[in-house]
Nanobody, 127 residues
């Protein structure tokens, strides 16, 4: 059974950085497209970033372009989300997810494309 566990969230001041980790068990990230999502209170879950397995391209949501970056450590079967220049509007619960399917570059942020989800980790950015 595939399981994803996020970690690395916390409280940080505006302008600070955090690195979130997503550890996968029951599979390998080499087999999946990996997405990062976030959900702020009262808002829908939105796509933050994605690494597409089929075309090996990184995608980023407009609010985080130039500030966030996805990387991975295959030996640890872990994917990371490096978050720099954090803003209060980045405050949310962050989730990683994996997908066996790929619906094209305009669909990377669609929640229904993803099969497995982690439990989420809270990121709070103080002003």
């Amino acid at each position: 059974e595939v399981q994803l566990v996020e970690s690395g969230g916390g409280l940080v001041q505006t302008g600070g950085s955090l690195r979130l980790s997503c550890a996968l068990s029951g599979g390998t990230f080499d087999d999946y497209t990996v997405g990062w999502f976030r959900q702020a209170p009262g808002k829908e879950r939105e796509g933050v970033a994605c690494f597409s397995l089929p075309d090996r391209v990184f995608y980023y949501g407009d609010p985080v372009k130039g500030r966030f970056a996805v990387s991975s450590d295959h030996a640890k079967n872990t994917v990371y989300l490096q978050m720099n220049s954090l803003k209060p509007e980045d405050t949310a619960v962050y989730y990683c997810a994996t997908a066996l399917r790929w619906w094209g570059d305009t669909a990377w942020g669609r929640r229904d494309m993803y099969d497995y989800w982690g439990q989420g980790t809270q990121v709070t950015v103080s002003s």
